[in-house]
């Protein structure tokens, strides 16, 4: 399944997500902003937190808050939208090391064939 990794489409998913919460819990729709506290002016609760990020994680297929963001940390829509951003560049940064160590063993592979084939 595609990952998503723009900034712009975890925006996106989000907001929708909030936007379907807010409907569920019969709270006033908005448009709604990185600013927009989720508790003080959304008007979410930390259960409803839990349960955005729960569905978030399923839409997303990501979980920032276990091992990078903490979830207390976590005060306005910006900072939710930022915590799936940093989880997908770090995996996307972890997927370039790993990429550039492989090559690096290739290559010394290789190094060690050429090396042993004129000999």
């Known amino acids: 399944m595609r990952r998503c990794t723009k900034a712009a489409e975890i925006s996106?998913?989000?907001r929708?997500?909030?936007?379907?919460?807010?409907?569920?819990?019969?709270?006033?729709?908005?448009n709604i902003g990185p600013e927009d506290r989720l508790n003080a002016d959304l008007g979410l609760t930390s259960l409803d937190l839990a349960s955005l990020v729960a569905a978030l994680e399923m839409k997303l297929k990501a979980d920032p808050f276990q091992e990078l963001v903490p979830i207390t940390s976590?005060?306005?829509v910006g900072d939710l939208e930022a915590a799936y951003v940093k989880y997908f560049s770090d995996s996307d940064s972890e997927q370039e090391v790993q990429d550039d160590e492989?090559?690096?063993i290739r290559q010394r592979a290789e190094a060690r064939r050429s090396a042993g084939g004129s000999g």
């Not at 929708?16 to 908005?30: A, C, F, S, V």
């Open 12 to 14: 996106k998913t989000v």
């Open 74 to 76: 976590i005060r306005t």
């Open 102 to 104: 492989l090559a690096k």
């Open 16 to 30: 929708g997500q909030i936007d379907l919460l807010l409907d569920e819990r019969d709270l006033p729709g908005r």
